[in-house]
């Protein structure tokens, strides 16, 4: 059981959070709002979520080395919005379409983890590769569309 709620709380919520955050990062774009303006509102955003997080799990510990990797992890995801943003609005390229190619992130951090963190000795690599060559091939097919 506790396995299923951190799956459901660690994957799936996430996965509804993020992509109806792309919707909502669309209707932004297509009402008019430039890139800097956009990144100021969603760090609004992080930061009220991040007040919530804060008084509502208090285990509050950090160091500075650990809030430069995640002042690091801040920079990509910005940089992040701000391609997808471009990709919406200087190329026109449909939602549907940029959501599935940049969720490929998720082989990225598949790739690094079993890389950097040594993950492979606790994974069934076959159902992993497999799964990953799913993502590929959906995410050929969604450009394709």
Not at 61 to 69: D, W
Request: charged share 5%; net charge neutral.
């Amino acid at each position: 059981m506790n396995q299923s709620m951190g799956l459901l709380v660690g994957g799936v919520l996430p996965a509804f959070a993020f992509g109806i955050g792309a919707l909502l990062q669309k209707q932004s774009n297509d009402i008019g709002i430039g890139q800097s303006p956009y990144l100021v509102y969603f760090a609004a955003g992080i930061f009220i979520a991040s007040l919530v997080a804060y008084f509502a799990f208090p285990e509050n510990s950090h160091s500075l080395k650990a809030g430069a990797y995640a002042t690091g992890h801040g920079l990509l995801f910005g940089a992040g919005f701000v391609c997808l943003a471009l990709g919406l609005t200087v190329y026109a390229e449909p939602i549907s379409k940029l959501v599935p190619l940049a969720n490929m992130s998720t082989l990225v951090s598949v790739v690094l983890g079993l890389i950097v963190f040594s993950e492979y000795t606790r994974m069934n690599l076959g159902y992993l590769f497999g799964g990953a060559a799913l993502i590929v091939i959906g995410g050929i097919l969604v450009a394709r569309a």
